[in-house]
């Protein structure tokens, strides 16, 4: 159980353009999911916070008309990248959380997005 | 910057050895978790320590908490190959939000 889904799994695109990823809990409802991305040989940094049909909250320096998060229901959330550039070139990696106490402390994380911009 | 720090950064061993990583972290925590990321890969969640707890144990896994020093430590008993992995620690603060370490590359040679 907790599978957490990511999709695409790689995209490449052209600068200027915008990039949706998608992040499903498969099977449970993720009241909370957060968005992290990754440098090469770095450790994860958290870009926002989404809870459930309320705005995300975004981490200082992640601005948030550039990336777009939308937590429309209990198992989607998705992160658009608009107007991508090279330095966005990064790895995209999402995690939920269920509302339930008894396991609330533990994030499930799904398998990354591995976004190129040329 | 909130980021805990793990140390080593990088360390080889050979297959049935043990492997000791360690971490520490600036703020109050409700809990610290470890994680294992293989090469491109997504997380996978290890084990879990609340503030509380001093030793938890999992398998072939022991992780420790000091909250007074700020640190804690994971040791893999007799290593495998299939151990090689970047491992970080990850701290539960205010929000419930996760403070990763800088992570520990581990490889595993037969």
């Known amino acids: 159980g907790a599978v957490v889904s990511q999709h695409p799994s790689w995209v490449i695109c052209k600068s200027g353009t915008s990039v949706k990823i998608e992040c499903r809990s498969l099977?449970?409802?993720?009241?909370?999911m957060f968005w992290y991305r990754q440098f090469p040989k770095q450790s994860l940094m958290l870009m926002a916070t989404?809870?459930?049909?309320?705005?995300?909250?975004?981490e200082q320096g992640v601005e948030k008309d550039k990336f777009l998060i939308n937590h429309a229901s209990l198992t989607l959330s998705t992160l658009t990248v608009t107007s991508a550039h090279p330095e966005d070139s990064s790895f995209y990696i999402c995690?939920?959380?269920?509302?339930?106490?008894?396991?609330?402390?533990?994030?499930?994380f799904g398998p990354g997005t591995r976004l190129l911009v040329l | 910057s909130q980021q805990g720090e793990e140390d080593p950064q990088a360390l080889s061993i050979q297959e049935g050895e043990n492997a000791t990583m360690n971490c520490s972290y600036k703020?109050?925590?409700?809990?610290l978790q470890w994680y294992r990321q293989n090469s491109g890969r997504g997380l996978v969640h290890l084990i879990l320590?609340?503030?509380?707890?001093r030793e938890k144990h999992s398998g072939r896994l022991r992780v420790t908490l000091d909250t007074s020093k700020k640190s804690s430590s994971l040791l893999i008993t007799a290593s495998r190959a299939a151990d090689t992995a970047s491992y970080f620690c990850?701290?539960?603060?205010?929000?419930?939000?996760?403070?990763f370490g800088t992570g520990t590359q581990l490889k595993v040679e037969l």
């Open positions: 995690s939920a959380r269920t509302g339930t106490h008894r396991i609330q402390e533990t994030q499930y």
């Open positions: 099977d449970f409802q993720a009241t909370t």
């Open positions: 989404s809870n459930e049909g309320s705005k995300a909250t975004y």
């Open positions: 703020t109050s925590i409700n809990n």
């Open positions: 320590i609340r503030s509380n707890e």
């Open positions: 990850a701290a539960t603060g205010g929000g419930n939000k996760l403070t």
